[in-house]
């Protein structure tokens, strides 16, 4: 009853996550881009893993990491994009962060020396902190010494791609912003960054992949059924809730279009269906 567009394969950007996930699990492209967020020389040991869901125990909440994996050094690198400002990932970072670190050492283990260092890094087209800066980086500091570091392994990096403090950062770092939210061959021709254009080979073959475009259609089709029957429960919801108040089906019916959006046919066949299923 609802009509969703859906964005063509071809005219995605890495800011979408599903192009950012089946690119990043290539290992080059991985490197290259975590490379370039962080400014320095990243050496992955091995290949990356994509929507990985990490649950500890069954009374946990899960979590689903974009992408992981671990340098030469044993330091993990987990990365996820997010288009959309929840309200709630500063708070997210810290249970993620958590939920890993616990994931890392064996039952049994004592010596909490063996966790491995950890690099957490949000991508977002938004400012999550009102500064201004591309990127922000927290590591724990003594508030009565803050030049005092914790040093406890633990890093957390939050990328904001509309940033405005272009001054501090290098070129390759401010194209690859860019490309992040404009993914397209004309910003990866214009660019001297070598990886950017590593990662831009990557991106063409997806777009231009068969198999790539059924997995992206039947996740995009997936996904829309899923908001849909969110939708049509709390439609229902809303008929009962009107029903027990002893509103009529005329004033029912006026609200539904009203909260919802919806046509005056799709309106009645909500609320037909709703009574019936109430028999």
Known sequence: MQNNEITKLENLNLIDRFLFSETMEDRDAYQAAVSILLEKEITLLEKPKTEKELRISPDLRQIRLDVISMDDKHCLYYTEMQQRNTGNLRKRSRYYQAQLDVSLLEPGSKDFNLLNDSCFILIAPFDLFNRDL???TFEGTCRECPNLKLEDGAV???I?????NRQDFSNEFLDFMKYINATTDQNANATTSLK????HDKVKKIKLSERMGVKY???????AYLVEEARAEGIKAFILDNLEDGKSAETIIAKLIRRFSLSEQDAQQYYKKCKQDCH
């Open 196 to 199: 950017i254009k590593l990662i």
């Open 156 to 158: 957390r990096v939050f």
């Open 134 to 136: 591309y990127r922000y």
């Open 160 to 164: 904001n791609t509309a940033g405005k």
């Open 217 to 223: 259609m039947q996740l995009w089709e997936e996904k």
